[in-house]
């Protein structure tokens, strides 16, 4: 079959703006948009750049616009379009770098800021820090995120407000919030009680519809909503007594 791929160029080294570049793919075989894409650049045109490293929609390095949807290009198989021409964009509120490869800078900052990491105490117990499944199963889809960041490139509030920290960081942010294990204070994480952190959110779901592993990162930021407020409740109340 014969497809057109209608592919976003742009080298802000050498180019003005962003034009679109057509190529004509032919294949028989069921491939994936990332090996079709693969072989463009391999006999067509070297130059053509993106990312990718897994190839099994694990590292969510190939995480694009197709045909106006957001996913990652090595799951996506071409005959699922059920279309010939197939329109391939960068993730937007990213700067490019060069075609398909934005700067993903801005995402990880704002991840590194809410400290994703597990803060277990100053004593380990011999046995390590066990969890009950039962407990588990209330984070397991957050661990699930693969910080892809199509959620922060179709958040509308990231596009209007650099500062705002993005659905990724503020979901990764209440998965260890939420587990049992973690003993950071109420004071080290409240700091996400702005505008920028967790009312910042519009509350309109798109980082719930563009995710590819269905972790429904606004389910994250109302559950820091709601331990913030409950936070504020038992200070109050601690005063009060």
Same mark, same amino acid.
């Given at each position: 079959?014969?497809?057109?791929?209608?592919?976003?160029?742009?080298?802000?080294?050498? $180019?003005?703006?962003?034009?679109?570049?057509?190529?004509?793919?032919? #294949?028989?075989?069921?491939?994936?948009?990332?090996? +079709?894409?693969?072989?463009?650049?391999?006999?067509?045109?070297?130059?053509?750049?993106?990312?990718?490293?897994?190839?099994?929609?694990?590292?969510?390095?190939?995480?694009?616009?197709?045909?106006?949807?957001?996913?990652?290009?090595?799951? #996506?198989?071409?005959?699922?379009?059920?279309?010939?021409?197939?329109?391939?964009?960068?993730?937007?509120?990213?700067?490019?770098?060069? $075609?398909?490869?934005?700067?993903?800078?801005? %995402?990880?900052?704002?991840? %590194?800021?809410?400290?994703?990491?597990?803060?277990?105490?100053?004593?380990?117990?011999?046995?390590?820090?066990?969890?009950?499944?039962?407990?588990?199963?209330?984070?397991?889809?957050?661990?699930?995120?693969?910080?892809?960041?199509?959620?922060?490139?179709?958040?509308?509030?990231?596009?209007r407000d650099e500062r705002y920290l993005g659905p990724a960081a503020l979901a990764k942010l209440?998965?260890f919030v939420k587990d049992p294990r973690d003993e950071r204070g109420y004071k080290r994480w409240?700091?996400?009680? #702005?505008? +920028? /952190?967790?009312w910042g959110c519009d509350t309109v779901f798109k980082c719930n519809e563009v995710c590819p592993?269905?972790?429904?990162?606004?389910?994250?930021?109302? /559950?820091?909503?709601?331990?913030?407020?409950?936070?504020?409740?038992?200070?109050? %109340?601690?005063?009060?007594?």
């Amino acid at each position: 079959m014969k497809y057109t791929f209608r592919i976003l160029r742009f080298d802000p080294g050498v $180019d003005q703006s962003p034009c679109f570049q057509d190529f004509i793919y032919e #294949t028989e075989e069921k491939k994936s948009l990332l090996e +079709a894409l693969m072989d463009i650049r391999n006999d067509q045109d070297c130059s053509l750049s993106f990312r990718y490293s897994c190839r099994e929609a694990v590292c969510g390095s190939c995480a694009m616009v197709i045909n106006g949807q957001f996913d990652l290009a090595c799951r #996506t198989m071409m005959e699922s379009l059920g279309t010939s021409l197939i329109v391939l964009e960068p993730l937007p509120n990213l700067e490019i770098q060069k $075609d398909l490869i934005v700067d993903m800078e801005p %995402f990880w900052r704002a991840l %590194f800021a809410v400290e994703p990491y597990l803060f277990p105490g100053e004593t380990s117990p011999e046995n390590g820090h066990r969890i009950e499944d039962r407990e588990m199963e209330k984070i397991d889809q957050f661990v699930n995120c693969i910080m892809c960041g199509c959620c922060y490139s179709a958040c509308p509030v990231v596009a209007r407000d650099e500062r705002y920290l993005g659905p990724a960081a503020l979901a990764k942010l209440y998965r260890f919030v939420k587990d049992p294990r973690d003993e950071r204070g109420y004071k080290r994480w409240s700091r996400v009680n #702005t505008e +920028a /952190g967790a009312w910042g959110c519009d509350t309109v779901f798109k980082c719930n519809e563009v995710c590819p592993r269905k972790v429904r990162p606004a389910d994250g930021i109302e /559950g820091l909503r709601r331990k913030l407020i409950w936070g504020k409740v038992k200070s109050l %109340f601690k005063r009060v007594r």
